[in-house]
């Protein structure tokens, strides 16, 4: 899988090494703010890029489209 890191991290970030986008703050995420990554360690406890990316609720809703995408209609 490709990804293009500088379309998803903040320039800061972007040519950093994955262990240590990992080990960043959700705000290293393009798009998310400083104050999104507060809300998201209130809610949920997610400090990092690697928390976030290993949200149960979130990997459900990713398996919840994929499956709608192999229902025919």
Do not use: C
Not at 18 to 23: A, D, G, M, P, T
Request: hydrophobic share 50%; net charge neutral; charged share 25%.
């Amino acid at each position: 899988m490709a990804i293009e890191l500088d379309k998803v991290l903040d320039k800061a970030w972007a040519e950093k090494p994955l262990s240590e986008v990992l080990s960043a703050p959700v705000s290293a995420l393009k798009g998310v703010t400083d104050k999104d990554g507060e809300l998201l360690k209130e809610a949920f406890g997610i400090k990092t890029v690697a928390d976030f990316g290993q949200l149960k609720y979130a990997r459900w809703a990713q398996a919840l489209v994929a499956l709608n995408q192999t229902v025919k209609v």
